[in-house]
């Protein structure tokens, strides 16, 4: 699954750090889907998850080769925040 979604207009995403090899193998996974899926588990109050292999790999664009579980945990930080 390849991610066509534009997610340029969240310019947290340039704060976020270079993906690297992890242990969760998340090198490719989309950075801004990564961010969503935080977002919305932070406003949720739900646990926040360790294994992003179920979204999609990211195609291009400010979010190409950020780091994924970065960006999910500053969503969720964003949704915390944001659910106080
Ligand atoms: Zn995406």
Redesign the pocket.
Known sequence: MI???K?RYLKEYDKLPDAQDNQYGDRHI?????Y?EGLRDGLAGNTPQRDLSH??F??AGT?RHKDAKAAYDAGYAEGRKRSS
């Open positions: 991610c066509n979604k997610h989309c950075a801004g889907c990564a969503e979204l999609p990211s195609q979010v």
